[in-house]
């Protein structure tokens, strides 16, 4: 299930699909992230980080996802960056590692480009599947950072089931 803290962040655009992050041989503390590019990341008022590890809960973070998610090894994670009064802005997860028991996830956030329709406010958003093999079950402090400026997003404590 999900459990979020926000903080003011800024906004970020997302990429193709692709497998982000480090993949195996990478670094202990590395976990791997995959983009869900199709995603429809719930509106947030506020900033959050979340996860989800079965279907229903991931449906109500993301929208739908592939029919062949692994639920005993894949979670869920989004990062929200909150209302933003016009359109264009995203975000992009990138990365995400273990470091002294906190995860720590790199999203890329983008403002909006010239020309664009700025009409209406934005809810910036993006989830990526997470390796649950590689997180600790029980209560997980969690951050994300953006990867241009480095500057804070947000934080939060995810409840990782235990198998």
Known sequence: MACALSSPGQPASPSAPAS???????????VSVV????AEPAEREAAAIEAAFDPVAAESLAGALPADVNWATTGVICVYLGRRAEGGWGLAIQSARLADGVLLVRARETRPATGVDRAGPTFPADCAT??????????????AHDTVSDEFIVAGELVVPTP
């Open 20 to 30: 982000i992050g480090p993949t195996s041989g990478a670094p202990e503390g590395a």
């Open 130 to 143: 997470i390796d649950r093999a590689t997180l600790p079950g029980g209560a997980l402090p969690a951050q």
């Open 35 to 38: 983009r869900l590019p199709d």
